[in-house]
């Protein structure tokens, strides 16, 4: 018989709709119950593609005798941390603080009140990995709930007090300056591994965030380190078996240093931060190998992760037909029946596939030495390295075919506002820097099913929708990420809809999120539901804090809209964590890129004329093309000027010259003369000094 969950969209709640265990979802019903019946709360919070989260559903909440214990002694409440971000992070810091570390299935046991006073992550169902079984534990709660209640209840109280300290938070004193994202700089090289790239040992997790403040910093100084830490790690990462090599895409994180053997979910919050720094990679160095990456990803997610009518889907699972990474691997035979012996050899040569296999007997493809290594062998012939590029492409896409017969691991269909809008911004750069039109369609795609379905009657947004269902109070990360996403659809394809919805979000968080006593934003807004505490968010961790990306939405509408209040708020969430940023680079990632766009002197760039122009394209293209993460843009047709020029400045007065389109470029609030040919446009890009004279 299926418990309560059968009535959840959540296919992670789905998942546990048949468990024995007579689960909550989490409500004012379940924490009702818990206290009429004063019993504590399990609650299990994890995601559906969560490997551990199945071990753990498998062993322990499909058995019997342990849900009779649950449902004897406990109130069970399960929550999908991707629906509810906000129940997750409180009870997150509490795990974290219990235990020095945290992570998914997560385990906690809380008063009726909600305050929690135990905690773990997978509990296994009899003693083994030196850990307690899950019966064991349940018995010791259900024992300390009877014997040392005053205990428990003293050790949540204290631990509720603990947690509330985001809320206490006040900006620090002190210069913003960009010696702070020096001394950031210098704490990320020295957490960075010379030999496998990335930022410490194993696990490893691409960190696209630090990887984009590393291009940032380069760019700013002219320091070749932090572009070549960058390179180095970005070719680790495509080359491993962290990237789906067939298809496209990356999968979680590595679970050894050589980003080999990865847990094999696919993301699509990391697919969209990681689309976006390969392109900004392409973008400085021009090398075909990251615009490759770039668009391989971006076309897993349009081909696997894209609902009919526009949305973005969360997850794909790593297990499939009950085994982890099925889909993904492969054996020496499989490869031969597929390719033919001769071109099988020379294929599993490259990817390192052997007999042995390097993950339970079959091989995860990866490459140890890329096609661009081979050429520049002083041994290496031309005609031979063609030959073996041209081989490579057919066997991958018939390998791609062969897999595609498989059965392939489940999907996450539910879309996520704050992930599709980092999805929206992957697609909109890609699309206009690559000259992409299917990738801007589908941001606009995107953006269109967002206003249209995740919004309520009074423009605040849902943060989840799923089978024509939207639900769950957006979270500041929503707002804020869709924004972003909204000013770079605005910012290549000058629809100022786009621009001016991005205002209208940025605007709902000031009412509803903003602190007007010390400043930044809470992570809910002030008519959310009342949890144990309501915190602020700064920790860029697997993908951007609330507050990073409202800081970095607020700068470019500042400079697009010319509002110095959206830059003043930016500033005060700067001086929440100006005395972290230096220390901690890694878990203030966007932040440190918000911070450097800030600091950096202001660029806009304005083109006037007809969309469909070719001359009006070349410009916009060439703006488009170039890495300038200092800039806005800005742009319109001759007749709209003067309706527009009242809301975006940068359009105000600006005409045609000579009758032909023509681009504006100011910074540092000296404006270059109007130019009306691209190679002219490209030299003021690229050149320091303003260009007055005629």
């Given at each position: 018989?299926?418990?309560?969950?059968?009535?959840?969209?959540?296919?992670?709640?789905?998942?546990?709709?048949?468990?024995?265990?007579?689960?909550?979802?989490?409500?004012?019903?379940?924490?009702?119950?818990?206290?009429?019946?004063?019993?504590?709360?399990?609650?299990?919070?994890?995601?559906?593609?969560?490997?551990?989260?199945?071990?753990?559903?498998?062993?322990?909440?499909?058995?019997?005798?342990?849900?009779?214990?649950?449902?004897?002694?406990?109130?069970?409440?399960?929550?999908?941390?991707?629906?509810?971000?906000?129940?997750?992070?409180?009870?997150?810091?509490?795990?974290?603080?219990?235990?020095?570390?945290?992570?998914?299935?997560?385990?906690?046991?809380?008063?009726?009140?909600?305050?929690?006073?135990?905690?773990?992550?997978?509990?296994?169902?009899?003693?083994?990995?030196?850990?307690?079984?899950?019966?064991?534990?349940?018995?010791?709660?259900?024992?300390?709930?009877?014997?040392?209640?005053?205990?428990?209840?003293?050790?949540?109280?204290?631990?509720?007090?603990?947690?509330?300290?985001?809320?206490?938070?006040?900006?620090?004193?002190?210069?913003?300056?960009?010696?702070?994202?020096?001394?950031?700089?210098?704490?990320?090289?020295?957490?960075?591994?010379?030999?496998?790239?990335?930022?410490?040992?194993?696990?490893?997790?691409?960190?696209?965030?630090?990887?984009?403040?590393?291009?940032?910093?380069?760019?700013?100084?002219?320091?070749?380190?932090?572009?070549?830490?960058?390179?180095?790690?970005?070719?680790?990462?495509?080359?491993?078996?962290?990237?789906?090599?067939?298809?496209?895409?990356?999968?979680?994180?590595?679970?050894?240093?050589?980003?080999?053997?990865?847990?094999?979910?696919?993301?699509?919050?990391?697919?969209?931060?990681?689309?976006?720094?390969?392109?900004?990679?392409?973008?400085?160095?021009?090398?075909?190998?990251?615009?490759?990456?770039?668009?391989?990803?971006?076309d897993y997610g349009l081909r696997e992760m894209t609902h009919p009518l526009g949305g973005f889907f969360s997850t794909q699972d790593a297990d499939s037909e009950g085994e982890e990474g099925k889909f993904f691997v492969w054996t020496p035979e499989e490869?031969?029946?597929?390719?033919?012996?001769?071109?099988?050899?020379?294929?599993?040569?490259?990817?390192?596939?052997?007999?042995?296999?390097?993950?339970?007997?079959?091989?995860?493809?990866?490459?140890?030495?890329?096609?661009?290594?081979?050429?520049?062998?002083?041994?290496?012939?031309?005609?031979?390295?063609?030959?073996?590029?041209?081989?490579?492409?057919?066997?991958?896409?018939?390998?791609?075919?062969?897999?595609?017969?498989?059965?392939?691991?489940?999907?996450?269909?539910?879309?996520?506002?704050?992930?599709?809008?980092?999805?929206?911004?992957?697609?909109?750069?890609?699309?206009?820097?690559?000259?992409?039109?299917?990738?801007?369609?589908?941001?606009?795609?995107?953006?269109?099913?967002?206003?249209?379905?995740?919004?309520?009657?009074?423009?605040?947004?849902?943060?989840?929708?799923?089978?024509?269902?939207?639900?769950?109070?957006?979270?500041?990360e929503d707002y804020a990420d869709v924004a972003e996403g909204l000013i770079a659809l605005y910012q290549v394809t000058f629809e100022p809809r786009w621009l001016f919805e991005a205002e209208r979000l940025l605007e709902i968080i000031h009412q509803h999120?903003?602190?007007?006593?010390?400043?930044?934003?809470?992570?809910?807004?002030?008519?959310?539901?009342?949890?144990?505490?309501?915190?602020?968010?700064?920790?860029?961790?697997?993908?951007?804090?609330?507050?990073?990306?409202?800081?970095?939405?607020?700068?470019?509408?500042?400079?697009?809209?010319?509002?110095?209040?959206?830059?003043?708020?930016?500033?005060?969430?700067?001086?929440?964590?100006?005395?972290?940023?230096?220390?901690?680079?890694?878990?203030?990632?966007?932040?440190?890129?918000?911070?450097?766009?800030?600091?950096?002197?202001?660029?806009?760039?304005?083109?006037?004329?007809?969309?469909?122009?070719?001359?009006?394209?070349?410009?916009?293209?060439?703006?488009?093309?170039?890495?300038?993460?200092?800039?806005?843009?800005?742009?319109?047709?001759?007749?709209?000027?003067?309706?527009?020029?009242?809301?975006?400045?940068?359009?105000?007065?600006?005409?045609?010259?000579?009758?032909?389109?023509?681009?504006?470029?100011?910074?540092?609030?000296?404006?270059?003369?109007?130019?009306?040919?691209?190679?002219?446009?490209?030299?003021?890009?690229?050149?320091?000094?303003?260009?007055?004279?005629?």
């Amino acid at each position: 018989m299926p418990n309560r969950l059968i009535h959840a969209t959540s296919p992670y709640l789905l998942q546990h709709a048949h468990n024995p265990v007579d689960w909550w979802e989490w409500g004012p019903e379940a924490l009702a119950r818990a206290r009429a019946e004063d019993k504590p709360i399990f609650l299990s919070i994890g995601y559906a593609a969560c490997h551990w989260c199945h071990v753990m559903a498998h062993e322990s909440f499909e058995d019997p005798e342990i849900a009779a214990i649950l449902n004897e002694h406990f109130i069970s409440i399960k929550v999908d941390r991707e629906e509810r971000p906000d129940i997750d992070a409180i009870y997150m810091d509490a795990l974290i603080a219990m235990t020095g570390h945290g992570g998914w299935p997560m385990s906690m046991f809380l008063t009726p009140e909600g305050e929690p006073f135990y905690g773990g992550t997978y509990f296994p169902p009899v003693e083994r990995y030196g850990m307690p079984s899950f019966r064991r534990v349940l018995h010791s709660i259900i024992r300390s709930w009877r014997e040392q209640r005053d205990q428990v209840n003293r050790s949540a109280a204290a631990m509720r007090r603990n947690l509330a300290y985001t809320a206490d938070l006040k900006p620090q004193p002190g210069d913003l300056t960009p010696d702070l994202l020096d001394a950031a700089f210098d704490s990320l090289a020295h957490l960075y591994d010379d030999y496998e790239g990335g930022f410490g040992s194993r696990p490893k997790f691409p960190q696209a965030m630090a990887l984009e403040f590393l291009l940032r910093q380069h760019a700013r100084t002219g320091d070749p380190a932090p572009l070549a830490m960058a390179e180095h790690t970005l070719r680790k990462m495509a080359n491993g078996g962290i990237y789906d090599q067939l298809g496209g895409g990356f999968h979680r994180y590595s679970t050894d240093d050589h980003w080999l053997i990865p847990h094999f979910e696919k993301m699509l919050y990391d697919n969209a931060l990681l689309a976006r720094v390969y392109l900004y990679a392409w973008q400085i160095t021009g090398k075909p190998f990251y615009r490759r990456i770039v668009e391989e990803t971006l076309d897993y997610g349009l081909r696997e992760m894209t609902h009919p009518l526009g949305g973005f889907f969360s997850t794909q699972d790593a297990d499939s037909e009950g085994e982890e990474g099925k889909f993904f691997v492969w054996t020496p035979e499989e490869i031969r029946v597929a390719l033919g012996d001769a071109v099988a050899e020379m294929v599993m040569r490259y990817y390192g596939v052997t007999e042995r296999g390097n993950f339970e007997g079959k091989n995860i493809l990866h490459v140890e030495e890329d096609l661009d290594a081979l050429a520049q062998r002083p041994d290496a012939r031309p005609e031979h390295v063609a030959y073996l590029a041209e081989t490579l492409t057919e066997a991958r896409k018939r390998l791609f075919e062969a897999r595609e017969q498989r059965v392939k691991p489940a999907r996450d269909e539910k879309v996520l506002a704050a992930w599709n809008g980092l999805m929206m911004r992957a697609l909109a750069e890609a699309g206009g820097a690559l000259n992409r039109s299917d990738y801007v369609e589908a941001a606009r795609r995107n953006a269109a099913f967002i206003l249209e379905h995740m919004q309520d009657a009074d423009g605040r947004l849902f943060r989840s929708w799923k089978d024509g269902r939207a639900q769950f109070s957006a979270y500041l990360e929503d707002y804020a990420d869709v924004a972003e996403g909204l000013i770079a659809l605005y910012q290549v394809t000058f629809e100022p809809r786009w621009l001016f919805e991005a205002e209208r979000l940025l605007e709902i968080i000031h009412q509803h999120f903003w602190d007007d006593v010390q400043g930044a934003a809470f992570h809910t807004a002030d008519d959310h539901e009342q949890l144990i505490v309501r915190r602020k968010d700064f920790l860029d961790n697997a993908e951007p804090s609330g507050n990073s990306a409202y800081a970095s939405a607020a700068i470019r509408l500042a400079r697009l809209l010319d509002r110095p209040d959206l830059l003043e708020r930016a500033e005060v969430i700067f001086r929440f964590m100006r005395h972290r940023l230096p220390a901690q680079p890694t878990g203030f990632g966007h932040l440190l890129c918000a911070l450097d766009l800030f600091l950096r002197p202001s660029r806009e760039i304005a083109i006037i004329g007809e969309p469909d122009d070719p001359a009006m394209q070349a410009l916009r293209q060439t703006a488009l093309r170039s890495y300038l993460p200092d800039a806005v843009l800005a742009g319109c047709a001759p007749h709209q000027v003067e309706a527009l020029g009242s809301r975006i400045p940068l359009l105000a007065g600006r005409t045609l010259v000579n009758g032909r389109p023509a681009a504006y470029v100011c910074r540092n609030f000296v404006c270059n003369l109007p130019v009306t040919q691209a190679d002219a446009l490209a030299a003021q890009l690229h050149s320091e000094e303003p260009n007055t004279k005629g």
